[in-house]
């Protein structure tokens, strides 16, 4: 079935860089954007940005711009989201989830991976 | 830039209707559809509703959109003990070229 599995927990100290992967299986990786989403404790959803797995193309919420990158390696049908310098408000859940539809970036999420604790602490 | 404003919380007993708004600007519900989604407790969310008043596959008749001006909603009739959940209103901006989330709404069942 159409799926996506994400990394597991991480605990980093402010300042450092984490890496999330998602990987997905059920269908053509490349005709589906993927987007990534967070949740902070007891917070709602933030929108982070989304890659185009066929292109490589990306964009970000401003907030993120020069701290996050997304990858993707085709090879094995996983997306990836590296966010730097982190601090203790990126505490949060972080979740990749599919576009609905093929070839398009303005959809609905209609996939979403199970999401990856990222605790950061001193 | 386009905020979309929700009630932090709705609630009914089993059985009723509840409804709740998401509300926006002309730039934002007034000009792309809405997608709500479902967060059940310790949960990914979920998709619930697409362009405006479509349900994916498996998601009950119970679950309905509708979208009018610059305001949205989500109608839940026949309320059910796992209705308990979050639920979020959700479009893309085309000015932000991104995602814009409403601030959620927890339905409590009582």
């Known amino acids: 079935q159409v799926q996506l599995v994400q990394s597991g927990a991480e605990v980093k100290k402010p300042g450092a860089s984490v890496k999330v992967s998602c990987k997905a299986s059920?269908?053509?990786?490349?005709?589906?954007?993927m987007h990534w989403v967070r949740q902070a404790p007891g917070q709602g959803l933030e929108w982070m940005g989304w890659?185009?797995?066929?292109?490589?193309?990306?964009d970000f919420a401003q907030k993120f711009q020069g701290r996050v990158t997304l990858t993707r390696d085709t090879s094995i049908s996983t997306a990836y989201m590296d966010l730097r310098r982190l601090r203790s408000d990126d505490t949060a859940v972080y979740y990749c989830a599919r576009l609905r539809a093929q070839n398009t970036v303005t959809d609905a999420l209609d996939i979403w991976g199970q999401g990856t604790m990222v605790t950061v602490s001193s | 830039q386009s905020v979309l404003t929700q009630p932090p919380s709705a609630s009914g007993t089993p059985g009723q209707r509840v409804t709740i708004s998401c509300s926006g600007s002309s730039s934002g519900i007034g000009s792309n559809t809405v997608n709500w989604y479902q967060q059940l407790p310790g949960a990914a969310p979920r998709l619930l509703i697409y362009s405006d008043d479509q349900r994916p596959s498996g998601v009950p008749d119970r679950f309905s959109g509708s979208r009018s001006g610059t305001s949205a909603s989500l109608a839940i009739s026949g309320l059910q003990s796992e209705d308990e959940a979050d639920y979020y209103c959700?479009?893309?901006?085309?000015?932000?070229?991104?995602?814009?989330f409403g601030g959620g709404t927890k339905v409590t069942v009582l």
């Open positions: 890659i185009n797995p066929y292109t490589g193309g990306t």
């Open positions: 959700a479009l893309w901006d085309d000015s932000l070229f991104g995602v814009v």
């Open positions: 059920g269908y053509t990786f490349t005709g589906y954007y």
